[in-house]
Each structure stands twice: as structure tokens, then as C-alpha cells.
Nanobody
């Protein structure tokens, strides 16, 4: 059974940092594209970052490039999202997602997703 367990998140001031974790069970990270998408209240889902299953390539949404970094620990079957220089517009619920195709993670429609964790950036 595939399960994605999220941790991290919370509230931080603008310019601060947070790290999200997503521990996967039921499959190995090399088998699925895995990453993050987010959804703020009243808005569409937005792809944040994803690691491709096929070649390990990484993609980022335009709004987070240069500030967020995704990484993967295959020994722990866990993917991380380091978020630096956070802005109020980063406030959203962040979801971990896994799918055979990275594109489905980045458009917020993966086969599997975690329960979501809120990130609030506010002074």
C-alpha cells in the first residue's frame, strides 16, 4: 500500500526558511516521480518541484526557482523540500505527490498524495 507521510511546515516570517519532508512507503523512490505541489485558499493548484523517476532530473515552478531545493534520500525513502527566502505569496497547503509521470505531480494530479501541510509566511 502506497503511503506518503508529510512533516515540517508551520509559520515563519518573510525571508525565513522551512524544510518539508515526505516519507514514502509501499514503493521505492526510483519507481515514481515524487515532489510537491501547493494550493492557496481560493486558487488553483501550483506545481512546486519534482524529481523525475526516469533520470532523476529536477524541475521547479517559476515562482520558486532559486529559493527552493528538492532532494531525495533513497536510503530513507524520503524526499525533502528546503524552502529559503520565503515570501507571503508562498503561503499555502503543500502536498507531497507521487506518480509515474512528473507532469502529473507538477499539475497537482498525482496518483498518490500526502495529507498536506500548511505553510504560513507572515510577519
Amino acid at each position: 500500500q502506497v503511503q506518503l507521510v508529510q512533516s515540517g511546515g508551520g509559520q515563519v516570517q518573510p525571508g525565513g526558511s522551512l524544510r518539508l519532508s515526505c516519507a514514502a512507503s509501499g514503493f521505492g523512490l526510483a519507481s515514481y516521480a515524487i515532489g510537491w505541489f501547493r494550493q492557496a485558499a481560493g486558487t488553483e493548484r501550483e506545481g512546486v518541484s519534482c524529481i523525475s523517476a526516469s533520470d532523476g532530473s529536477v524541475s521547479y515552478g517559476d515562482s520558486v526557482k532559486g529559493r527552493f531545493t528538492i532532494s531525495r534520500d533513497d536510503d530513507k525513502n524520503t524526499v525533502y523540500l528546503q524552502m529559503n527566502n520565503l515570501k507571503p505569496e508562498d503561503t499555502a497547503v503543500y502536498y507531497c505527490g507521487a506518480d509515474p509521470f512528473a507532469g502529473n505531480v507538477m499539475d497537482g494530479t498525482p496518483n498518490y498524495r500526502g495529507p498536506g501541510t500548511p505553510v504560513i509566511v507572515s510577519s
